[in-house]
T-cell receptor
Framework: EPEVTQTPSHQVTQMGQEVILRCVPI?????FYWYRQILGQKVEFLVS????????KSEIFDDQFSVERPDGSNFTLKIRSTKLEDSAMYFC????????????FGPGTRLTVT | AQKITQTQPGMFVQEKEAVTLDCTYD???????LFWYKQPSSGEMIFLIY??????QNATEGRYSLNFQKARKSANLVISASQLGDSAMYFC???????????????FGTGTLLAVQP
């Protein structure tokens, strides 16, 4: 069964550094999402992406964040100048755009900012 | 604004018994979707079940069923014949469909941690 993949599974970075989290959505999917889950808290929407542009973003998704689909398969989340409070699990999700809209989630990247 | 409420931070259930995890929602949209996801200790998000607001029958997927009461705005998850492997965090989520339809973002509740006891 096709699945969303994410790399790395765990990233440790120092405060102020830039990180890029990578996702490979399911190949025929058209809509892509990033969510964040701070440890012990609920999953929060960050941004959605369609047709090579952001379709919606939350108030969490400020100028520190950016997304890109650099080629036909990867979908990246860049966090510039990381802060301690950026430590969280980051999930990528994708859907094909039809049916129930079930979002297929990747396994997540745990980001630790020290 | 749409909102999902899960009032049970933790639940215990004996193996082989049924358990109900509560979820209430608030939305002004007539068209929306409700989802349940399972998050085991390994961290991944596993889709369990979906209910559309216009679906007249409650959704079922194997041992999972969704008790959808539209007038009460509740979408409780029922797990029958609990297994040890069901121990996990369970999240209820909603997607409004008034604009963008099935591609809108999901809004999650705070989750319920289920522990299945042998």
């Amino acid at each position: 069964e096709p699945e969303v993949t994410q790399t790395p599974s765990h990233q440790v970075t120092q405060m102020g550094q830039e990180v890029i989290l990578r996702c490979v959505p399911i190949s025929n999917h058209l809509y892509f999402y990033w969510y964040r889950q701070i440890l012990g808290q609920k999953v929060e929407f960050l941004v959605s992406f369609y047709n090579n542009e952001i379709s919606e973003k939350s108030e969490i998704f400020d100028d520190q964040f950016s997304v890109e689909r650099p080629d036909g398969s990867n979908f990246t989340l860049k966090i510039r100048s990381t802060k301690l409070e950026d430590s969280a699990m980051y999930f990528c999700a994708s859907i094909g755009g039809t049916g129930s809209g079930e979002q297929y989630f990747g396994p997540g990247t745990r980001l630790t900012v020290t | 604004a749409q909102k999902i409420t899960q009032t049970q931070p933790g639940m215990f259930v004996q193996e082989k018994e049924a358990v109900t995890l509560d979820c209430t929602y608030d939305t002004s949209d007539q068209s929306y979707g409700l989802f349940w996801y399972k998050q085991p200790s390994s961290g991944e998000m596993i889709f369990l079940i979906y209910q559309g607001s216009y679906d007249e029958q409650n959704a079922t997927e194997g041992r999972y069923s969704l008790n959808f009461q539209k007038a009460r705005k509740s979408a409780n998850l029922v797990i029958s014949a609990s297994q040890l492997g069901d121990s996990a965090m369970y999240f209820c989520a909603m997607r409004e469909a008034s604009y963008g339809g099935a591609t809108n973002k999901l809004i999650f509740g705070t989750g319920t941690l289920l522990a299945v006891q042998p």
